[in-house]
């Protein structure tokens, strides 16, 4: 039977060929492309390259598709190949009906309507009257070759031009409508021209079939940008401009750049930037996103230099988190204030921009920078609040042990930038110098190592503190130990740990840790103490090492439990405020007497 060529689509869009791909043969990265020995022929050499959409051997000529690949690789027929690829991405196949049949049909006469609409508006550009927009796109920068590969085009000055010409086509004004191309007032029901005065942009789906357009005014009209609504061949968060000329620009080897304008495209690729995007004059979409992972794992996003700019990378970062993996990311290519890709790239040359491209701040770096920008961190309020942004976009992350490393990156971040550096952390290396310590300190540490042991939990609360802590060598061999393992751990799990550590040959630390000499340990570091019990009396011990940071602490805490009330803000407060108040009122930890 045939199918729609729009579920096509989405189902090729929806399968991740190098996965499919990869249950048969065994893939490696080779720059943004995989390769692997062809399943077709016997060959030792690998000549098999599978990129986002296709599939092609080098040696024997085999190519094709998602669907063809399970065609030949399991030998089933097209529609048993359809079946099986769409139960796999969670889409029901659409069974012959004749509301479908004229559904298809409806779309492809749009398709026909918007090919001889983008035709027109090319053509206008070259008569006198696209003499003022084709003045406009020179005075961009753009070439020639350009303005004719992109398809640029001229709406007319006035309405209805576009209508008197298409309807001599036998073009009527419901199926411009239905296009796009016309709009109707619901109020009066008369029918105008959505596109007039305007610099054409053609969109294109990936296959590089035009789906609908964007203008830009060169009058005073607003807004300055209008594109398409959407239409049945045309879904603006699922559509990204000039989609088909980057995928043929990865394959030649360049970046996979997201920008936020269509000249901020066009002026890139000019330059030689032919893998750059955009998204259609609104924010980055869940869709969107997903289909520049099918391209890259670790798109580029290049967005103005200034507080829009900001706004839409802030956006696009808390879209990501959810979706985050060992194998998807975003890279952050941060413009100078003021600047947009175009501007730099007219003033400064391509240098500049490669530049930036070259070295793109990661997603933790960018998403600490752009919180602390947006929250500030002057203030213990403006620290509390920051410090609650960080755990609430962490909290975002599906993928449990990237969780964990972004908890731990960013709140490293957090603490080392506060004032007087009480919470600096030491550098990445785990092999460290250490103090010399007193007896009473000695034991605070193991002290505090042994609530741990007996109380996991604790450490993601804890680990900016203790990770700070100078240790003796074998308490040290412990944390390091300990934090791996927390890393990893599905459940954090007193008697697990101890397994995991006995196994580790750390039995004689945890033994030493965990005896009762040459001080007894407080009933906070005992198994049957209550949670609250043992984070109260972690902090209160960790009073008597460093009373700044206990009070930066109660503070923090205070200030997030204010913001966002819940059981455990509250819990949190509570607990480092008791364990303040003890220290302030001289309670004694166990370790010394008492004074």
Same mark, same amino acid.
């Given at each position: ?51 986002? @959409? ?31 690829? /769409? ?98 007032? &619901? ?16 969109? =294109? ?23 398409? $609504?959407? *239409? ?11 989609? @088909? ?12 750049? #997201? ?34 992972? !099918? ?25 990501? %988190?959810?979706?985050?993996?060992? &194998? ?11 600047? &947009? ?14 530049? %930036? ?9 960018? %998403? ?10 002057? *203030? ?18 599906? @993928? ?6 972004? =908890?731990?990156? %960013?709140? &490293? ?24 310590? +007193? ?6 540490? !193991? ?14 609360? #804890? ?29 954090? @799990? ?7 550590? *006995? ?16 001080? $007894? ?29 206990? =009070? ?9 439990? /204010?913001?966002?009330? *819940? ?15 003890? #220290?302030?009122?001289? +309670?004694?930890?166990?370790?010394? $007497?008492?004074?």
């Amino acid at each position: 039977m045939a199918l729609p060529p729009a579920f096509l689509e989405e189902l090729r869009g929806r399968t991740p060929l190098a996965a499919l791909i990869g249950r048969h043969v065994k893939l490696t990265r080779s720059g943004r492309q995989w390769k692997g020995c062809c399943p077709f022929h016997t060959e030792k050499t690998p000549s098999f390259h599978v990129y986002d @959409d296709g599939y092609h051997c080098f040696g024997c000529g085999a190519h094709g598709d998602a669907i063809s690949f399970v065609m030949q690789t399991q030998g089933q027929s097209f529609i048993e190949a359809v079946e099986q690829l /769409a139960a796999e991405a969670g889409l029901a196949v659409p069974r012959p009906t004749p509301h479908a049949a004229e559904a298809e049909k409806r779309r492809l006469d749009l398709a026909a309507i918007i090919a001889a609409a983008a035709a027109t508006y090319q053509r206008r550009l070259k008569l006198p009257e696209g003499r003022k927009a084709l003045a406009y796109l020179h005075e961009r920068g753009l070439r020639d070759e350009t303005i004719q590969h992109f398809g640029l085009g001229w709406s007319g000055e006035g309405r209805g031009t576009l209508t008197a010409e298409l309807t001599r086509e036998g073009i009527s004004a419901p199926l411009l409508v239905e296009a796009g191309l016309l709009r109707r007032d &619901d109020e009066t029901e008369r029918v105008s021209e959505l596109f007039f005065n305007r610099v054409m942009f053609p969109i =294109r789906d990936r296959r590089g079939r035009v789906i609908s357009f964007g203008g830009r005014s060169l009058g005073e009209g607003q807004p300055k940008y209008v594109n398409g $609504p959407e *239409t049945a061949l045309f879904s603006k968060r699922r559509s990204l401009y000039a989609l @088909d000329f980057a995928r043929e620009g990865l394959r030649n080897g360049a970046p996979l750049v #997201v920008v936020e304008g269509y000249m901020d495209v066009i002026a890139l690729h000019q330059a030689g930037f032919g893998a750059t995007v955009s998204p259609l004059g609104t924010a980055l979409s869940e869709e969107q996103l997903e289909e520049l992972w !099918r391209l890259s794992p670790a798109p580029v996003l290049c967005f103005d230099g200034d507080a829009a700019g900001a706004r839409a990378a802030v956006r696009a970062a808390d879209l990501a %988190l959810p979706k985050l993996a060992p &194998d998807r990311t975003l890279g952050f290519a941060p413009l100078p204030h003021g600047e &947009d890709p175009d501007s730099l790239i007219r003033r400064n040359g391509p240098a500049d921009f490669q530049s %930036l491209l070259s070295s793109p701040l990661p997603l933790a770096d960018a %998403l600490y920078e752009l919180l602390r920008e947006t929250v500030g961190e002057k *203030t213990p309020e403006q620290r509390a609040a920051l410090r609650h942004r960080l755990e609430e976009a962490v909290r975002r992350i599906s @993928d449990r042990a990237l969780a964990r490393e972004y =908890r731990r990156d %960013l709140l &490293d971040r957090f603490f080392a930038g506060q004032r007087g550096q009480i919470f600096r952390r030491p550098l990445p290396a785990r092999v460290r110098p250490q103090p010399t310590l +007193d007896r009473a300190d000695s034991e605070r540490g !193991r002290i505090l190592t042994a609530i741990l042991l007996r109380h996991p939990k604790l450490l993601h609360d #804890v680990d900016h503190a203790y990770v700070a802590l100078p240790l003796p060598p074998s308490l040290g061999r412990l944390r390091e130990a300990l934090r791996s393992w927390a890393d990893q751990a599905a459940m954090l @799990d007193s008697a697990a740990l101890i397994d995991h550590l *006995t196994i580790s040959g750390l039995q004689a630390d945890v033994a030493h840790v965990l005896a009762p000499v040459p001080v $007894p340990l407080p009933d906070c570091a005992l198994p049957n103490a209550m949670p609250a019990e043992a984070e109260a009396g972690w902090w209160h011990i960790l009073g008597f090492l460093n009373l700044d940071h206990l =009070r930066a602490e109660v503070k923090l805490a205070e200030t997030a439990a /204010a913001l966002e009330l *819940t059981e455990a803000t509250q819990r949190r407060a509570l607990s480092l405020k008791a364990a303040l108040n003890k #220290v302030m009122a001289g +309670d004694p930890d166990g370790v010394e $007497p008492a004074a």
